[in-house]
């Protein structure tokens, strides 16, 4: 799916600008691969916050609102939109104040001191913690690069061909019992992979799993 027919659900394009470096800065692009920019994870933030989680809908919201331990999980009032809606506003005024430019046109050591500052709270936001935004938009990042792709991130499963992984299982596991220790590097499929059509699948309905050659397994 090219960028121009993602119809973004809920961030508007200056969020979506602030998401684009932000995850940059996360999960780079390097010699191993694209990053996070790239996979498309800004997307799956959008379609995310678009969804039910975004809004909260299934959780039970009425309070009280003690501040809970780590262990409790998460505690805020604020829906997952609210905070990225808030957050993303008021990071970017704290930046117009330090640098004169808002996240998206700073340099990246400069973003890094940003985003590190979220960490560890020591930019302090009006709204909300921005170690609770922080800690929400890295899970975020990470969930968006290594989901399958039918949720709208990890482009061209990127993701996977970085770690190795190949997606959806086969059922061809009787082939392998006594290959121990071997890499198992194919070519991964999505679950998206096969509503559309691009790989075969056995008489059970599973993929049947392409493995890569030496040539393009030392590629990824």
Not at 3 to 32: K, S, W
Not at 143 to 151: S, T, V
Not at 165 to 192: C, K, M, Q, T, W
Request: proline share 7%; with cysteine.
């Amino acid at each position: 799916m090219t960028e121009e027919a993602r119809a973004f659900g809920y961030l508007t394009q200056p969020e979506i600008r602030f998401l684009d470096a932000a995850v940059e800065r996360l999960i780079p692009a390097d010699e191993l691969g694209p990053g996070a920019k790239e996979a498309g994870v800004t997307y799956f933030i959008d379609q995310q916050l678009a969804s039910v989680w975004g809004s909260h809908g299934r959780n039970y919201r009425a309070g009280p609102w003690p501040e809970g331990t780590p262990q409790q999980g998460f505690q805020s009032r604020l829906t997952p939109r609210e905070i990225y809606r808030a957050a993303i506003r008021e990071v970017n005024v704290h930046c117009l104040k330090r640098f004169q430019k808002v996240f998206e046109y700073l340099a990246p050591r400069e973003q890094d001191e940003v985003l590190e500052g979220l960490e560890s709270g020591a930019i302090e936001l009006p709204s909300l913690s921005s170690k609770l935004f922080f800690a929400l938009l890295l899970r975020n990042a990470m969930e968006g690069y290594f989901a399958d792709p039918i949720y709208g991130g990890n482009r061209d499963k990127a993701g996977w061909r970085l770690i190795g992984f190949p997606g959806v299982p086969a059922s061809n596991y009787n082939d392998l019992i006594d290959e121990h220790n071997v890499p198992y590097r194919v070519e991964p499929v999505s679950i998206l992979d096969i509503q559309q059509g691009k790989v075969k699948l056995d008489s059970q309905g599973l993929p049947k799993h392409v493995k890569l050659k030496d040539e393009e397994r030392n590629a990824r």
